[in-house]
């Protein structure tokens, strides 16, 4: 695991799960990876759009998902997620294809889930506390003095605390992503993905955005998803960097690595230039 994030000494924040710690983390029991995508292919109608994916991601490690609009970035995390089934290929979650499992089955795989779609998704009629308190109310039995607790923590953790009685509709875009990321780590998730997580923020606020995100996963681990089209984003948070491409990864390694491959496809990617094998289509 890289350490860029700057934030290793781990002693500012509240919510004491560091890498040391390892009881919380059922995934590392398991022998297979905590997400693993294999020849996973899915069409609506005549379009298709994952065309025989396969990508183990790396466990407690960050990994960013780059690739063109509409090349199906969003709808493999919903893969992930269980959200939508595939045509066919598999998917596997902590060791287990989530396909072949009933629905129940997949809604306690949800529960190890944090996610962030590209919308941020927060209740628009509750408060930021509540927003964040919502999957806690939901899933667990935590008496409401223990949820308070958990909650404050988040906010704490995600510089929120003053905004907690606000609605989403008087945050700032960066104060939403922020409440969003407060409520996809409440449940404690081994698993947490972004879907463009800067998305509609200026530069300053994706930076400190992403400094967050590795300042949250220094202390408290997990695999990271994190889809992106911003290299910078990819650049400065990632540890794996993965290409996409119609439907399947073109490239797949340590951020590095990617970022010093001669591979033409790969260059162009991480250049966003427009001169190069890749087209529109
Ligand atoms: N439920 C759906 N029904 C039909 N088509 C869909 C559905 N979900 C996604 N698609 C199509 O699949 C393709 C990939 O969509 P996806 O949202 O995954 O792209 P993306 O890589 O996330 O793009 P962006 O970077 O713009 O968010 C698009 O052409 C989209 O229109
Ligand atoms: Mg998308």
Same mark, same amino acid.
């Given at each position: ?11 500012? #924040?509240? #919510? ?62 919903? !893969? ?29 795989? +949800?529960? +190890? ?5 590209? %919308? ?16 806690? +109310? ?9 949820? &308070? ?16 009685? &606000?609605?989403? =509709?008087?945050?700032?875009? =960066? ?7 407060? &409520? ?23 930076? #400190?955005?992403?400094?967050?995100? #590795? ?35 073109? !490239? ?28 529109? %289509?």
């Amino acid at each position: 695991m890289s350490t860029n994030s700057g934030f290793g000494d781990g002693n500012t #924040l509240p #919510l004491g799960r560091s890498s040391g710690t390892s009881t919380v983390h059922r995934g590392e029991l398991d022998r297979e990876r905590n997400v693993s995508v294999r020849d996973l292919r899915k069409s609506f109608g005549d379009a298709t759009v994952m065309n025989g994916l396969t990508l183990e991601f790396e466990d407690n490690a960050v990994t960013t998902v780059l690739g063109p609009s509409g090349t199906g970035k969003s709808v493999l995390l919903k !893969h992930i997620v269980g959200l939508l089934e595939p045509d066919s290929g598999r998917v596997d979650v902590f060791g287990k294809n989530i396909w072949s499992m009933n629905e129940n089955a997949r809604a306690e795989m +949800r529960k +190890r889930f944090g996610v962030l779609f590209q %919308d941020g998704a927060l209740f628009g009629s509750m408060n930021v506390f509540d927003n964040v308190a919502f999957p806690l +109310r939901k899933h667990t039995e935590m008496m409401e003095e223990d949820v &308070r607790d958990v909650v404050w923590n988040s906010l704490r953790e995600v510089g929120l605390e003053a905004a907690a009685n &606000r609605e989403p =509709g008087a945050l700032s875009g =960066g104060m939403r992503k922020r409440a969003g990321f407060a &409520r996809a780590l409440v449940m404690q998730p081994e698993v947490v993905m972004f879907d463009e997580p800067d998305s509609g923020l200026d530069p300053v606020r994706t930076s #400190l955005l992403n400094d967050l995100i #590795l300042q949250v996963h220094e202390q408290h681990q997990g695999t990271y998803i994190l889809v992106t089209h911003d290299i910078e984003t990819a650049r400065k948070v990632s540890d794996y960097v993965a290409l996409v491409w119609q439907g399947t990864v073109i !490239h797949y390694g340590p951020t590095a690595e990617a970022f010093e491959s001669d591979d033409p496809f790969v260059q162009q990617f991480l250049t966003g230039s427009s001169a190069g094998p890749l087209g529109m %289509d």
